[in-house]
């Protein structure tokens, strides 16, 4: 599925354009449509922990998200091994709305109880 990027990610400023691609139930790749060696792993934040944020409203308008939109919300991570070592970033967010196929990131307030870099085994069960 590829998106329109409304708000230019975080020093990648010229991707325009990205495709996501689902690669099991918690990870997907997006992939830059004008560079193929542009591309991250996204993660469900929702299926580690607890996760919520207000979209600021001049990004709500710009992706045209009303109550009715269907969106998913995706964190970068940087894949390491094991698998456990990999570290999310839960302060820049991306949210994809589905039903016109615009995606924005959005950094999260430093105030916020969320980091730039946690390790996916600080949410693992032991």
């Keep these: 599925m590829k998106f329109d990027i409304s708000v230019p ?3 990648f400023e010229n991707v325009k354009e990205v495709e996501l691609q689902k690669i099991d139930d918690i ?3 997006m992939q ?4 193929e060696h542009i591309s991250f792993t996204l993660i469900d934040p929702f299926v580690l922990r607890e996760y919520d944020f207000e979209v600021p409203q001049k ?3 710009l992706l045209e998200i009303n109550k009715d939109s269907n969106i998913i919300i995706l964190n970068i991570v940087l894949i390491q091994t094991p698998i456990e070592n990999s570290i999310v970033n839960f302060i820049g967010p991306l949210i994809f709305n589905t039903d016109n196929k615009k995606c924005a990131q959005i950094i999260l307030p430093e105030s916020t109880k969320y980091s730039v870099a946690e390790k996916i085994s600080t949410f693992l069960k032991k």
């Design 32 to 35: 830059a449509v004008e560079d």
């Design 27 to 29: 990870f997907m790749k």
């Design 9 to 11: 990610l975080l020093g």
């Design 59 to 61: 990004t709500e308008e």
